[in-house]
C-alpha cells in the first residue's frame, strides 16, 4: 500500500515539474585513495548530485587540533583499528558497489542543553525520497564493542545490559516535519544475548514515508548518557541516497542555456536572456535577486566560493552551479 501511494505522489509531482531521478553517491567529489574530507579547506560544506548540499563546521584550535561537525566525505575501509584517529572510516570495511566514496555523519552536543544537534542535508530543489544505505563508523562501532575511558562497553559487564545507539532520519518541507524513522545501529535489549547486534554490512533503510522534503535531518542518540549528554562516538556513514528531485526544467536542456565565465569575478553572463534570477549560496540560501530581463548579473559583491544561478527560461525554472573567485 505504502509503494503504490509513494508513486500515485510521483505522478502528480511528475505532472506539475520533472521527476528527475538521482543517486547522491558522491561520486562527483574527488579523493586520493585512502583519504578523507572534513572541511579543513573552510569551504562549509559540499554538495553532491548537484541539488544536495551538506554542511561543515570545521575549527583548527592552533598546536595541530582541530575538529569538525556536520559532514565529511571518505574513502578509508580500516575496521580493525579503535580510535579517534580512524574516524572516517567505516566499519563494513567495504564500498558499496559502484561507490568509491561515501559521506559520514557527526552530531555535536548543544553544552547549554547537552543535547545532540541533528545534520541537516538541504535540498535546493524538493525531493522525493526512496532509500539510504548506512552503516556503523568503524570507531563507534569498536567502542560500542569493546568500551574505552569514556564509552561503556554495550551489554555491561554481564552482556545483558539492555544497551542501544539509534539513528532517527527526520523529513522536512520547509518547517514542516513529513516524518520520522528510527533505525538501531546497535541494539542489546534482546532476551537472548546471542541475538544482540552492532550493524557491520550497509543496509538500505526505505525512507520513502518521508515523503516530499526540502530537508534531512539525522540525529543519533544513545543509552550510554552522562552528565554532558551522549557517551557513545555519534557518528555513522552512509551512501547512495535515492531520490526524485522536482523541477521545472523539462523546456530548457543542459545545452541551451551556458553561464559564463564560470568561475567567475565580476559578472556572470547567460546565453540567454532571463527574468527573476536568484543566486543561492551552498546552503541554499537566496544571497542576490534580479527581476529585470537580461543576460548577465553582477557577483562582484559576493564572497569567495560556490552558488548556484537559478532563473526562469522560457517559463521553466533551471539551476547552474558556479564559482565565484
Known sequence: MLKKTFLNVSLILGILGVCKSQVVNFEDLTLPADSF????????????????????????YGGGYTSWNGFAYSNKLNDILQDYSNQYSNYAGTQLLNSTIFAISYNSIDWNTNQVIPTEINFIAP?????????????????????????????????????????????????????????YLADYRFTDSLQDYIVKNWTQIDISSLGQVTKLTFTLSSSDTGSFGMNTPAYFCFDNLYCDFITNVSMV?????NIFPNPANNVIYYNKYASNVNVLDINGKIVKIQNKNTNQINVSDLENGIYFFKAEINGNTVFRKFIKN
Open 37 to 60: 574530507w572534513n572541511g579543513f579547506d573552510y569551504s562549509g560544506g559540499f554538495n553532491s548530485a548537484v541539488y544536495a548540499n551538506f554542511p561543515n563546521l570545521f575549527v583548527d
Open 127 to 183: 525531493a522525493v525520497l526512496h532509500s539510504i544505505n548506512v552503516t556503523n563508523s568503524a570507531f563507534t562501532a569498536l567502542t560500542i564493542k569493546n568500551g574505552d575511558s569514556f564509552s561503556k562497553k554495550f551489554g555491561g559487564v554481564s552482556g545483558n545490559d539492555p544497551d542501544w545507539f539509534k539513528l532517527t532520519i527526520s523529513g522536512y518541507s520547509d518547517t514542516v516535519n513529513t516524518g520520522n524513522i528510527d533505525f
Open 253 to 257: 536542456s543542459d545545452n541551451e542555456i
